[in-house]
């Protein structure tokens, strides 16, 4: 087999950028349309000229929050937010199915056997500001064979969750 990649990577690619593109542009025009909205109500002090920089305030809030929602990289972390009142160091854990069609091929941790499906558990160290994951310290992933996956995910169903420990993602995802 060839490690080429597919045409739909490709595509997936290509998207994901142009996403990013226009998300950046977008949280650009919002910044300039934030700026000179500030500008022309610190400059203007009756009412009636006060509409012009109101609304450019109010597209830039649009603007803004339209390129956080289009660019991929923002947009991930905002799915991995926590509470609000969250503040600083989090640590955080995920697990998905790694699929025999990944054409990966890993070893095991607990028995070191070698795996092409199986458990991947992913560990991340982040800083969190109003629960939003600004700066990831650190990443680390665990592979487990589906007998050792099993043992995992029963030990750790049973086991309490203390604070110092990761907490865990609540659906497998497929992949």
């Known amino acids: 087999m060839t490690d080429k990649p597919s045409s739909v990577d490709i595509a997936d690619s290509i998207s994901e950028l142009m996403y990013g593109i226009a998300g950046w542009l977008l949280i650009g025009l919002g910044g300039l349309a934030f700026f000179s909205g500030v500008g022309g109500v610190t400059q203007t002090a009756g ?3 006060m509409l012009v920089p109101l ?3 109010g597209f830039a809030f649009v603007f803004f929050s339209s390129g956080v929602l289009v660019n991929p990289r923002l947009r991930r972390r905002l799915d991995r937010r926590c509470g609000i009142s969250r503040f600083g160091r989090n640590k955080t854990a995920d697990r998905r199915v790694l699929s025999a069609a990944e054409n ?3 070893s095991c941790v607990n028995c070191g056997s070698s795996l092409t499906k199986g458990l991947v558990r992913r560990y991340r160290d982040e800083f969190v500001l109003a629960g939003v994951p600004i700066w990831t310290a ?3 992933r665990n592979f487990y064979c589906p007998n050792c996956a099993v043992e995992q995910v029963s030990a750790h169903n049973v ?3 203390d604070d110092d420990e990761p907490t865990e993602g609540a659906t497998l995802e497929a992949k």
Request: aromatic share 0%; hydrophobic share 35%; net charge neutral.
């Open 104 to 106: 990966r091929r890993e």
């Open 138 to 140: 650190s990443e680390n």
């Open 159 to 161: 086991a309490d969750n």
């Open 55 to 57: 609304l450019l305030l």
């Open 47 to 49: 009412t009636a000229k």
